[in-house]
């Protein structure tokens, strides 16, 4: 099979380049072997600043709308974090205090949402909160045998007018209400929905895993790159690669076997050691497809901070490019594989950091291929 682009890995970075080329008129497959940092995604882009007319154009033709400010929005623990561009259902605010009376609502049974931490934090901030808690059953709602954020949304997403009728009942004079991020799973209008329906400022706070606006982003950029008739292989995995002086041929995927994957370009965009896009012995290292040069230390006993809070050297490893970001091996640029993504480690400090760095690298991925 043959494409003009084959890119390894269908996370955010994945699609954002998929769907660049495709746009351009390239024909791309993208091959996923499974989960990405999406499925854990906060809905923040770390280190992106206003959005360019094209990335916003690409976001909100997949149905994804992206909202600017700088402020802090508020973490699953009632922490505040530095933020700017985020998903639009994702609230920032100026500074911590965003109300002063909060009506916190959780769910009976639903145990992946800290409300009393999240109180805790917000009184910290300076705002007087009471937590309320929604019954389901009593509510009519059938609710799911597994109470994971998922199931919930599954379930919420269609009984979204019931919720709000009861959020009602339990609102006093609260000017602010905090709901879990479990609603617009596969209808991305319905958060905004519940806000317009609400007479108070609605804030919707983080969960645990997995994302509920991360599988969301997933699955409509996904969507949208199908649509433009990109090829998704969703749970296949690149197995080995054929190259020949400094050029990749094709990739071997355990679905396709002896189907190899042929193309003009190759973007990897495997991820980090999370996603296994790089692997390690006691020694080194390595990527595990094209065996490209990893900058990394080379003292083991200086890869991690003992210290779990503080920043971990080996977040910062990752595969070695050129400028135009194509992939070195021994030294040498291959001449038509590139990466980009969360791959590159903090190799391109230029290029910022986490999603944000995504961002950037699969766009300059995608304009290198299409030379503009
Ligand atoms: C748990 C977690 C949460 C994060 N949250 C945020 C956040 O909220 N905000 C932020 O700014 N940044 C966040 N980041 C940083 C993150 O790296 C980026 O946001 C981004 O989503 C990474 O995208 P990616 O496509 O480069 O890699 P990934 O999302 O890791 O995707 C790589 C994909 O490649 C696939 N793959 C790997 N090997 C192969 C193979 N051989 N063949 C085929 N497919 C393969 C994997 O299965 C995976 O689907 C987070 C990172 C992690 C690990």
New binding site residues.
Partial sequence: MRFDTVI????????VAGIRLQKAGKETAI????????H????????FGEPTRELADLFSEAGIHLHYQEGVRLMPMGTFRPSALSLEDISLFPNPKFGNKVLLVNIVGYHDFFSSFLAQGLEEAGMSVRIRFLNLMEMGIKTPGEMRSVQLARALDRNWEKVVQEVRLLLKDDDTIILPQVFGLEDASIPGRIRQSLPAQVVFAGTL?PSVP?IRTLHLLKHRYEVLGGTYLMG????QAHLHEGVVHSVV?KNLGQHYLEAENFIL????F????LASTPEKVYE??FGADVSFLPDRSSWYNPSFAEKQPYIGFGVCTDECLKVLKEGAPLSNLYA????LGATHPELG????M?LRSALKAADSILEL
Avoid: H, R, W, Y
């Fill in positions: 390894l890995g269908g996370g955010l970075t994945g699609l091959v996923s072997s499974g989960q990405n940092a999406l854990f995604f906060s809905g923040s882009f770390e280190s895993p991360g296949d995995e690149v197995v995927t965009c495997t991820g980090s999370f996603s296994k896009g595990p497809i980009a993504g969360s791959i950091m986490g999603a944000g995504c």
